[in-house]
C-alpha cells in the first residue's frame, strides 16, 4: 500500500511512519520551536499570574517549565513567559536574533531549574529546546527587518498596557491574603508603584506580598528593558526609493513602459527595489508586517523577468518575509509561478477604454451622456493638459485642492498609486479639471474637480486619482473622465486605464440568469461588503464606459499566507492603520500617497 506525502508520488507507509519517528524535517524545526515556546510561554505566564494554577492538577507539568522556579516563581515565571512570547514569531521566522536570545534563555532556565527545584525534568525540557535548537542552527539566517526607533516607543506603551493589566490581575487574585478591602484605584496605584519596584497601599498576609512585589517588580523591568534594548539598537530605516534606483526605473519604463498599466506606479519614493543581474529588469515592492509584497508586473525586458524575480525571492528568504504580489496581470502571473512555484489566484478586473471605440452615442451610453450633458449646461467646464503644461501656481491649487478633497485622515495607496502631484519628474502625468466660473471665492478658485492619469507607455495613461469638491453637482468624475477620454487623441493617447474592479467576475456572473446558489451567495456577501469597501459601485462605475476588461491576479506561496497577505495589503493600501498617533510619527513614516484607484474615499456617481 503506498500514498502521496509532500509530492511524493509513491511513499509506503512503513516509509511514512519511518518519517513520522525520525521527527520534524528540519526546514520545519523553527515552526515547531516557535509553537513550543508559545505553549511553555503562555502556561509559565499563567503560572506566574494564578497561584492556583501552581498548585493544582497541573502542577506536576508547570513546575518543569522554565520559569516556575523556587521563592521567584511568579516574578521568574511572567518573565520567562513574556519573554518566550516574544521570542516565538521571530523563532517561527528563522529569525537569527531570536535564536539567540532563545538559546542564552533556555539554558539559564535549566540552570535555575536545578538550582531551586532540583527538577531534572525540567532541566531536561529546557536543554532539549536548547539542544534542537543548536543542532539546526542553519535553519536560523533571516536577517533583521526593516525598522525605526520609533518601535521603543510603539514596545513601551504596547508592553507598558499589558503589564499594567497582568498587574491588576495579580494584585486581585488572593481575595483570602488582602489586608483590609482596598478599593479599584488602591490596587492601580500599588500596580504602578510596584512596576516601579515601590511598595504599595495594598498589604497582604504572609510572603504574598513578597510575590506580588516580585511579580510586578519583573514586569516593570522586563519594559524598560525591552523599551531600551529597542531604543538603542541600530536602526534600519524604511525603505526609500533613491534618485538612481529612479532613474534606472524611468529608464527601463521608457523602453518597456507600455507592457503593463501599472508600470509607472513603480515609481513610488516608498518603496525598494531589486534589479535583475543585467540590470534590464527590476521587481519594486514594501515590507509590511513580515509580508514582502510587490505590486504590478516586474518592470523592464520581460526575457530579465526571472533574474528579477530570482532577486525577489532571495531577499525574501534572506529576511524570511513572505512573499506576495498584488494586482500583477495574466502574463506577470504566469512568469511568477513558473519561476517561483508560487500560486496565483483571480483578484479582480482592470477596466480599459479603447480611445479609438469610445463614443457617446447609442442606448448604451445614454446615463452617461445625458449626465455629462445637464453638467455642461450648468455652466462647468473641463480642461485636460499635461503636467508640464500647467503654471506652478495653478498646480499648486490643484495639489492643495486634491488634499483636502481627500476623504480620510490617512493618505491610501500602494500597487495602484503614485503618490504624488505635479512633480517635476512627473511632467508626462494628465491632469483633468473641472471648474465652474463665477465662483472664485472658494478656497480653491472655481477648481471643482480633478483627476490623475499617470503614463502608460507611450500612448496610454492609466487613472492614478479622482477627487472632487462634495459641494459641486453629482457627476463630476463621469464628467471629466469623458473629456479625457476625448482629448485623448490630441495628447497621443491610444488606451486609458480607469478603476479596478475588485472581484468583477463575481459580481457580473452572480447577477446572470441561472446562477446558482453559491455564485448568488457569493455576490451577495461582496454586496454586503460593498457597505465599507466599493467593491459593487466601482465595478457599476467602470462598466458604463464599456471598457475591456483585463484580468488581475494576486500570487502567493500557501493559502495559509493568505490571511496575512491581506491584512498586509490592506494596511499598505491605507486600509488599516496602525501607525503610531500623529504627533508621535516620524518623517520618514508619513504616508505619501493619494487614493488608490480602489480606496473607498473615492466617491463614484450613480447613472
Same mark, same amino acid.
Given at each position: 500500500m503506498s500514498v502521496t506525502v509532500d509530492g511524493d508520488k509513491s511513499v509506503s507507509v512503513p516509509q511514512r511512519m519511518r518519517r513520522l519517528l525520525r521527527g520534524p524535517r528540519p526546514e520545519a524545526v523553527p515552526a515547531v520551536v516557535g509553537t513550543a515556546c508559545t505553549v511553555v510561554g503562555l502556561i509559565d505566564v499563567v503560572a506566574g499570574v494564578f497561584p492556583r494554577f501552581r498548585h493544582s492538577r497541573m502542577h506536576s507539568l508547570a513546575e518543569v517549565l522554565p520559569g516556575a522556579l523556587g521563592p521567584f516563581a511568579a516574578a521568574l515565571s511572567l518573565s520567562a513567559g513574556i519573554l518566550l512570547l516574544l521570542l516565538a514569531h521571530g523563532l517561527k521566522r528563522h529569525k537569527r536574533r531570536a535564536w539567540r536570545a532563545a538559546v542564552l534563555l533556555l539554558p539559564a532556565g535549566a540552570v535555575a531549574q536545578f538550582a531551586y527545584r532540583h527538577s531534572v525534568v525540567g532541566v531536561l525540557v529546557s536543554l532539549t529546546l536548547c539542544a534542537l535548537l543548536l543542532r539546526h542552527r542553519d535553519q536560523f539566517r533571516a536577517l533583521p527587518d526593516p525598522r525605526s526607533r520609533w518601535r521603543a516607543l510603539a514596545n513601551f506603551v504596547l508592553l507598558g498596557a499589558s503589564s499594567l493589566a497582568l498587574g491588576l490581575v495579580i494584585v486581585s487574585v488572593h481575595p483570602g491574603r488582602v489586608v483590609g478591602a482596598p478599593s479599584i484605584a488602591d490596587r492601580l496605584q500599588h500596580v504602578l508603584y510596584g512596576l516601579f519596584g515601590v511598595e504599595g497601599p495594598v498589604d497582604y498576609a504572609g510572603r504574598t506580598s513578597w510575590t506580588v512585589a516580585y511579580s510586578l517588580g519583573a514586569l516593570g523591568l522586563l519594559t524598560a528593558v525591552t523599551t531600551i534594548y529597542l531604543a538603542f539598537r541600530p536602526e534600519h530605516p524604511a525603505a526609500r526609493l533613491t534618485e538612481d534606483d529612479e532613474s534606472r526605473l524611468r529608464a527601463l519604463l521608457a523602453t518597456h513602459g507600455g507592457r503593463d498599466s501599472l508600470g509607472h506606479f513603480a515609481l513610488r519614493r516608498d518603496k525598494a527595489v531589486v534589479f535583475s543581474p543585467s540590470g534590464k529588469a527590476a521587481v519594486c515592492y514594501r515590507v509590511v508586517s513580515g509580508v514582502m509584497l510587490a505590486g504590478g508586473d516586474p518592470i523592464g525586458d520581460v526575457e530579465a523577468w526571472p533574474g528579477a524575480i530570482e532577486r525577489f525571492m532571495d531577499e525574501a528568504k534572506a529576511h524570511s518575509w513572505t512573499p506576495a504580489v498584488m494586482g500583477c496581470s495574466e502574463r506577470g502571473g504566469e512568469v511568477w509561478t513558473r519561476e517561483t512555484g508560487l500560486?496565483?489566484?483571480?483578484?479582480?478586473?482592470?477596466?480599459?477604454?479603447?480611445?479609438?471605440?469610445?463614443?457617446?452615442?447609442?442606448?448604451?451610453?445614454?446615463?452617461?451622456?445625458?449626465?455629462?450633458?445637464?453638467?455642461?449646461?450648468?455652466?462647468?467646464?473641463?480642461? /485636460?493638459?499635461?503636467? #508640464? *503644461?500647467?503654471?506652478?501656481? +495653478? =498646480?499648486? !491649487?490643484?495639489? @492643495?485642492? $486634491?488634499?483636502?478633497?481627500?476623504?480620510?485622515?490617512?493618505?491610501?495607496?500602494?500597487?495602484?498609486?503614485?503618490?504624488?502631484?505635479?512633480?517635476?519628474?512627473?511632467?508626462?502625468?494628465?491632469?483633468?479639471?473641472?471648474?465652474?466660473?463665477?465662483?472664485?471665492?472658494?478656497?480653491?478658485?472655481?477648481?471643482?474637480?480633478?483627476?490623475?492619469? /499617470?503614463?502608460?507607455? #507611450? *500612448?496610454?495613461?492609466?487613472? +492614478? =486619482?479622482? !477627487?472632487?469638491? @462634495?459641494? $459641486?453637482?453629482?457627476?463630476?468624475?463621469?464628467?471629466?473622465?469623458?473629456?479625457?477620454?476625448?482629448?485623448?487623441?490630441?495628447?497621443?493617447?491610444?488606451?486609458?486605464?480607469?478603476?479596478?474592479?475588485?472581484?468583477?467576475?463575481?459580481?457580473?456572473?452572480?447577477?446572470?440568469?441561472?446562477?446558482?446558489?453559491?455564485?448568488?451567495?457569493?455576490?451577495?456577501?461582496?454586496?454586503?461588503?460593498?457597505?465599507?469597501?466599493?467593491?459593487?459601485?466601482?465595478?457599476?462605475?467602470?462598466?458604463?464606459?464599456?471598457?475591456?476588461?483585463?484580468?488581475?491576479?494576486?500570487?502567493?506561496?500557501?493559502?495559509?499566507?493568505?490571511?496575512?497577505?491581506?491584512?498586509?495589503?490592506?494596511?499598505?493600501?491605507?486600509?488599516v492603520n496602525v501607525s503610531l498617533p500623529r504627533p508621535f510619527r516620524s518623517r520618514d513614516r508619513q504616508p505619501c500617497g493619494h487614493a488608490p484607484r480602489t480606496a473607498p474615499e473615492r466617491e463614484v456617481s450613480a447613472a
Open positions: 500560486t496565483a489566484l483571480e483578484l479582480g478586473d482592470e477596466a480599459v477604454v479603447d480611445v479609438a471605440d469610445f463614443s457617446l452615442a447609442g442606448r448604451a451610453m445614454r446615463n452617461v451622456r445625458q449626465m455629462v450633458g445637464r453638467i455642461e449646461r450648468n455652466g462647468y467646464e473641463t480642461r /485636460v493638459r499635461r503636467a #508640464r *503644461d500647467i503654471g506652478p501656481t +495653478e =498646480l499648486e !491649487r490643484i495639489r @492643495r485642492a $486634491a488634499a483636502d478633497w481627500r476623504g480620510t485622515d490617512t493618505e491610501r495607496g500602494f500597487s495602484m498609486a503614485l503618490g504624488r502631484i505635479g512633480d517635476p519628474a512627473d511632467g508626462d502625468c494628465v491632469i483633468a479639471t473641472a471648474h465652474l466660473p463665477g465662483t472664485d471665492d472658494g478656497p480653491h478658485g472655481d477648481l471643482k474637480a480633478v483627476l490623475h492619469f /499617470v503614463p502608460w507607455g #507611450r *500612448d496610454g495613461m492609466s487613472l +492614478e =486619482l479622482m !477627487r472632487r469638491d @462634495r459641494s $459641486a453637482d453629482p457627476g463630476m468624475n463621469e464628467l471629466l473622465i469623458v473629456a479625457s477620454l476625448q482629448a485623448a487623441g490630441k495628447l497621443g493617447v491610444k488606451q486609458v486605464s480607469l478603476n479596478f474592479a475588485m472581484f468583477r467576475a463575481a459580481l457580473a456572473r452572480g447577477e446572470r440568469l441561472g446562477a446558482g446558489p453559491v455564485l448568488r451567495g457569493w455576490r451577495g456577501l461582496l454586496i454586503f461588503l460593498s457597505r465599507w469597501f466599493q467593491i459593487e459601485s466601482l465595478y457599476k462605475f467602470n462598466a458604463k464606459f464599456k471598457p475591456r476588461w483585463e484580468p488581475r491576479f494576486v500570487v502567493f506561496r500557501t493559502s495559509r499566507d493568505l490571511p496575512r497577505i491581506g491584512i498586509a495589503a490592506m494596511r499598505a493600501e491605507g486600509f
